[in-house]
Antibody, heavy 113, light 107 residues
């Protein structure tokens, strides 16, 4: 059974960057799509972008273009999402998902001065 | 971007009731639609993919239908453990987009 384990909660200052990891175990990593979805407190789900590790190609939502970078390390079956120029509105739980079937547990990122 | 709308935004029903949620896409998405269940503090759980296919392990009281722009999600007999927020998601075009969610609780 595929399991995605994400890195722990982060507290960041406005203007800084955060990098969240998502490590896959128990299944194939490279040939599936890894997507990143975030959820602000009390709000709905927002798609940020995705990567296909075997191709190394990432696509991003226009809203985050220029601020988000999604990468994948096939050797460790780990995907990463880095978000820069953080502002308070980026406070959210960030999820990774493999083909939308398997989801990480979520990582709370709090942006506060 | 494709806009997804859902109705109702919330509903209250009795145990055993049939519950229906609708999702509408702003343009034709064929059948590239997922339905999720999300409980507080948990990650979304995929219930239905390709608009009408039940994900492995998901109870058969959940079902989905539709294609093009109009979709329906049904719980045939609401159970107490079904209390959650339900989201639709299109994955026909990038960026993928989610509906705003429907909160379901017990009357």
């Amino acid at each position: 059974q595929v399991q995605l384990v994400q890195s722990g909660a982060e507290v960041k200052k406005p203007g800084s960057s955060v990098k969240v990891s998502c490590k896959a175990s128990g299944g194939t990593f490279s040939s599936y799509t890894i997507s990143w979805v975030r959820q602000a407190p009390g709000q709905g789900l927002e798609w940020m972008g995705r990567i296909i590790p075997i191709l190394g190609i990432a696509n991003y939502a226009q809203k985050f273009q220029g601020r988000v970078t999604i990468t994948a390390d096939k050797s460790t079956s780990t995907a990463y999402m880095e978000l820069s120029s953080l502002r308070s509105e980026d406070t959210a739980v960030y999820y990774c998902a493999r083909d939308y079937r398997n989801w990480g547990q979520g990582t709370l990122v709090t942006v506060s001065s | 971007d494709i806009q997804m709308t859902q109705s109702p935004s919330s509903l209250s029903a009795s145990v055993g009731d049939r519950v229906t949620i609708t999702c509408q896409a702003s343009q034709d998405i064929s059948n590239y639609l997922n339905w999720y269940q999300q409980k507080p503090g948990k990650a979304p759980k995929l219930l239905i993919y390709d608009a009408s296919n039940l994900e492995t392990g998901v109870p058969s009281r959940f079902s989905g239908s539709g294609s093009g722009t109009d979709f329906t999600f049904t719980i045939s007999s609401l159970q107490p453990e079904d209390i959650a927020t339900y989201y639709c998601q299109q994955y026909d075009n990038l960026p993928s987009t989610f509906g705003p969610g429907t909160k379901v609780d017990i009357k």
